[in-house]
T-cell receptor, first 113, second 112 residues
Framework: DVKVTQSSRYLVKRTGEKVFLECVQDMDHENMFWYRQDPGLGLRLIYFSYDVKMKEKGDIPEGYSVSREKKERFSLILESASTNQTSMYLC????????????FGPGTRLTVT | GEDVEQSLFLSVREGDSSVINCTYTDSSSTYLYWYKQEPGAGLQLLTYIFSNMDMKQDQRLTVLLNKKDKHLSLRIADTQTGDSAIYFCAESGNTGGFKTIFGAGTRLFVKA
């Protein structure tokens, strides 16, 4: 059974803290994505990566960075967490060709206080 | 830039058909998708359609594509309470490659 796992389901952090969200996929997929999901706004793409050590900005990259040192792992970093980064964060992966079906992890609900 | 729009809520009675609508702007879309998100879970692909198709049927699901109007719909026949979820319309186009644009999601409520 294919799987995308995220390091935490729930996380509470204080303003100004550095936050790491990790995502691991076991499908040998080339592409990996980080989205945030907010009510009424749907999924907004933060960053994506199409290969190891490659990264591209999505639609809302400000305040975030990413790291992809291994093909199966894609990390999202909040350099200095702020309250407006309270959200649900979803990681996904897809093959590099074909239908581009995205496989999603269960999400991390991050609260910044 | 590319955009995908859909209504936020739909309420139906159990056993009725549900129709969720979506419009998109990218005329170069290659694939159009419907994803489902159940409470507390990530999204899961329900079905997809190539842009050169008008219709696709898969058991209780029927997808209709009007490419001229850039309109996509998902019909769920004999809707069950287990169909209650958020349904996301999405598209990926030639210009974006594997990058997928998602709508805001339609929350489907099924009343028993």
């Amino acid at each position: 059974d294919v799987k995308v796992t995220q390091s935490s389901r729930y996380l509470v952090k204080r303003t100004g803290e550095k936050v790491f969200l990790e995502c691991v996929q076991d499908m040998d997929h080339e592409n990996m994505f980080w989205y945030r999901q907010d009510p009424g706004l749907g999924l907004r793409l933060i960053y994506f990566s199409y290969d190891v050590k490659m990264k591209e900005k999505g639609d809302i990259p400000e305040g975030y960075s990413v790291s992809r040192e291994k093909k199966e792992r894609f990390s999202l970093i909040l350099e200095s967490a702020s309250t407006n980064q309270t959200s649900m964060y979803l990681c996904a992966s897809s093959q590099g060709r074909g239908v581009y079906e995205q496989y999603f992890g269960p999400g991390t609900r991050l609260t910044v206080t | 830039g590319e955009d995908v729009e859909q209504s936020l809520f739909l309420s139906v009675r159990e056993g009725d058909s549900s129709v969720i609508n979506c419009t998109y702007t990218d005329s170069s879309s290659t694939y159009l998708y419907w994803y489902k998100q159940e409470p507390g879970a990530g999204l899961q692909l329900l079905t997809y359609i190539f842009s050169n198709m008008d219709m696709k049927q898969d058991q209780r699901l029927t997808v209709l594509l009007n490419k001229k109007d850039k309109h996509l719909s998902l019909r769920i026949a004999d809707t069950q309470t287990g169909d209650s979820a958020i349904y996301f319309c999405a598209e990926s186009g030639n210009t974006g490659g594997f990058k997928t644009i998602f709508g805001a999601g339609t929350r489907l409520f099924v009343k028993a």
